[in-house]
């Protein structure tokens, strides 16, 4: 499966950016898709995932509120929404896949457990 990630850019802070996450290859409807973002020198961080299958959703703590995932299996494609963005939110941020019997409420935004990634999208905050 390929995923390609589009959609970043340079905001200001308070701004709204929308990416998506588009899959070839193999549809969503067994696995999470997850969004995750890497800022210099920091790990890898989940911050929202979504079922493939019922379309239930999980965020991290940091971004509740803020960062609304969702999807359409008819275009494969998975959507991060993100409101009043913060300067701290600025990264790179990746779109990926793990089998949804693999995911749990404890690993779900953990990295490793993700098998496909797409290239990438950087987020950049002006403050």
């Known amino acids: 499966v390929q995923l390609q990630a589009s959609g970043g850019g340079l905001v200001q802070a308070g701004g709204s950016l929308s990416l998506s996450c588009r899959a070839s290859g193999r549809t969503f409807s067994n696995n999470g898709v997850g969004w995750f973002r890497q800022a210099p020198g920091k790990e890898r961080e989940g911050v929202s995932v979504?079922?493939?299958?019922?379309?239930?959703?999980y965020n991290a703590d940091p971004v509740k509120g803020r960062f609304t995932i969702s999807r359409d299996n008819a275009k494969n494609t998975v959507y991060l929404q993100i409101n009043s963005l913060k300067p701290e939110d600025t990264a790179v941020y990746y779109c990926a896949t793990a089998p949804l019997f693999r995911l749990t409420t404890h690993n779900v935004l953990l990295a490793r457990e993700y098998e496909y990634w797409g290239q990438g999208t950087q987020v950049t905050v002006s403050s």
């Open positions: 979504i079922s493939g299958s019922d379309g239930s959703t």
